[in-house]
């Protein structure tokens, strides 16, 4: 079974920094695999900040958060990270990780125009991240 476990959140001041992880297991990251970064800040919708491919590691960056946030994969650790950098009181939220094998397979990442929320076969637990302003 594949399973996702997030960790690396927590109260920051404005500007400040934290590195989310995501550590996979049930799949290699030689398989073809995009593993993705969300948040959820409540009363919002979930949304998409960011994603890699596990075989090639293209990365995808919403809007939001280009330029301060950095995905990056270590294949042999099986893990995900999520250097956030600059962070605002508007990043405020719980942050999840998702896989899926099947929804960007084949897909250069740094193409993509938006990232899909629907479809991702598997979830983390979410980890919340305050940012106090």
């Not at 995009?34 to 596990?54: D, L, N, T, Y």
């Not at 042999?76 to 939220?93: G, I, P, R």
Request: one cysteine or more; glycine letters at 12%.
């Amino acid at each position: 079974d594949v399973q996702l476990q997030a960790s690396g959140g927590g109260l920051v001041q404005a500007g400040g920094s934290l590195r989310l992880s995501c550590a996979a297991s049930g799949f290699t990251f030689d398989d073809d695999y995009a593993i993705g970064w969300f948040r959820q800040a409540p009363g919002k919708e979930r949304e998409g900040v960011s994603c890699i491919s596990s075989s090639d590691g293209s990365t995808y960056y919403a809007d939001s958060v280009k330029g301060r946030f950095t995905i990056s994969s270590d294949n042999a650790k099986k893990t995900v990270y999520l250097q956030m950098n600059s962070l605002k009181h508007e990043d405020t939220a719980v942050y999840y990780c998702a896989a899926d094998p099947v929804l960007y397979q084949g897909v250069n990442m740094t193409h993509l125009d938006i990232m899909l929320v629907n479809g991702w076969g598997h979830w983390g637990q979410g980890t919340q991240v305050t940012v106090s302003s």
